[in-house]
């Protein structure tokens, strides 16, 4: 059930105590619909980053606060992977360390893909 899968979550750093405190304080529909619009809001930004890892020129500066974003809407859902992944983002964007800063964003888009799949199995039970 949900329990279990958000308890495999958090053992695999997926997900953080952030998440089951917004399940505490809310009911399951809205943190549904907080779910649903974190992965919309991501997917674009994501999108953008898959395109980055393949080659083209980086732009350190909007990398950096696209980042920046993400983490906080990350960190709002529990996405403890994103967070830490974001962090040193931008840590490699402000070094303007161009090959860290690629293979940073291409562990992004996987920590964004295993997200998305965790909270699809979420939505999935949650919904019945």
Known sequence: GIQALQASLVAEGVLNE???SLKDDTDEEFVCEIVELYMADSAGKIEGFKQLVAGGELDFGKISSEAHQLKGSS??????????????????????????????LASLVQASEALSKAFKEYLKLAKG
């Open 18 to 20: 952030q998440f089951q």
């Open 75 to 104: 960190a709002n859902v529990g996405g403890a992977q994103m967070v830490a992944i974001c962090n040193q983002l931008r840590e490699a964007c402000n070094a303007q360390d161009e090959a860290r800063t690629r293979g940073l």
